[in-house]
């Protein structure tokens, strides 16, 4: 892993996760997407990836930017001014 082969994803915005919404993701990079319109978690056994998922893509958005909130969701910020919260 680690290779975005064969093609590019243009990545935006980057986040460690270190909140309380979602335990099972703490440690876990987020990373949002122009090409591709996803966000992708990124999972992590030291400084090595061990596991990748594609999310959200149905939402047809290019993500601009992903943030952890005080409360401990994810919001990501849309090409298309979209401000979404992501919660359990």
Known sequence: MG?????AIAPSGLLFYT???FPHWRG???????V????WRIELDGD???ARER???DLGE????VEQGPDG?????TDSGKLIQVRN
């Open 3 to 7: 290779v975005w082969a064969p093609e």
């Open 19 to 21: 909140g309380n919404g």
């Open 62 to 65: 290019r993500i601009r930017d």
């Open 48 to 50: 090595r990836e061990v």
């Open 73 to 77: 969701w994810l919001y990501l910020l």
């Open 28 to 34: 876990h990079l987020f990373m949002g997407a122009l």
């Open 55 to 57: 999310l959200f893509a």
């Open 36 to 39: 591709g319109t996803a966000l």
